[in-house]
């Protein structure tokens, strides 16, 4: 699968505010995330591992005051975010759904997968 332009590196901020996106998780339409975390970009679907739902605070805001750490706005549930992987609250141990992202040349890049694929109208939220 083709490599999918996400946004320009300077939209997203060490410890700052998430860009999204839109995707298709196992056919259905969702959102997306990416945030940066130790000069790195990491992206998740932008649905709690506990109950289905939208994590951001606000649009795009997902990270606590330390930059570290996604919390999900409607029940708490708090994850690295490194990696994902639930550090507390009602997400009982699961983790978030990692997506496949990388940069090159100021650019953020997302790589589809078989189950998380490019939207018919694209990926602008």
Not at 68 to 78: D, E, L
């Amino acid at each position: 699968m083709t490599r999918i332009r996400v946004c320009s590196s300077d939209a997203i901020q060490e410890g700052g505010i998430g860009y999204r996106f839109k995707v298709h998780y196992n056919g259905e339409e969702t959102s997306a995330f990416v945030v940066r975390v130790d000069n790195e970009v990491r992206s998740f679907l932008n649905r709690c591992s506990h109950v289905p739902v939208e994590m951001d605070w606000n649009y795009g805001e997902f990270l606590d005051d330390s930059g570290r750490i996604i919390v999900c706005a409607t029940h708490g549930a708090s994850y690295d975010a490194t990696d994902g992987n639930c550090l507390g609250g009602p997400c009982l141990g699961n983790p978030l759904v990692r997506l496949n992202v990388s940069e090159q040349g100021g650019e953020v890049f997302w790589q589809p997968s078989d189950t998380i694929t490019v939207p018919p109208e694209g990926i602008e939220d």
